[in-house]
């Protein structure tokens, strides 16, 4: 999920090798290592929050997610995680327009 970063002081802030702007940027989710975020979350200037990407649905529940693919008449293991059902959805969904 994308990531939004806040920065405080007037004139920026640079960490992880990023000068952070004043003000709120958001940037895609392999922009940072999970150590780099952990970082940036210890630091005092900035604010870190993970993001729902409003470009990708909101999946909903598995049980929502196993109708869907039941609607879309794909198999799935009895005990896949939501994220290997999410990715069923995507690998059997044509490309957006």
């Given amino acids: 999920?994308?990531?939004?970063?806040?920065c405080k002081d007037k004139a920026g802030f640079r960490r992880c090798g990023v000068l952070f702007p004043k003000g709120e940027t958001v940037?895609?989710?392999d922009?940072?290592?999970p150590e780099q975020i952990d970082i940036l979350k210890a630091e005092k200037h900035l604010s870190v929050e993970i993001v729902q990407d409003e470009s990708k649905p909101g999946w909903g529940t598995i049980a929502e997610i196993k109708q869907t693919l039941k609607d879309m008449?794909?198999?799935y293991p009895k005990d896949a995680k939501?994220?290997?059902l999410?990715?069923?959805i995507e690998a059997n969904s044509g490309?957006?327009?």
């Fill in 95 to 97: 490309p957006e327009e």
């Fill in 82 to 84: 939501k994220a290997d």
């Fill in 31 to 33: 922009e940072f290592t």
């Fill in 1 to 6: 999920m994308p990531i939004k970063i806040s």
């Fill in 73 to 75: 008449n794909i198999e």
């Fill in 86 to 88: 999410i990715g069923l």
């Fill in 27 to 29: 940037y895609p989710d």
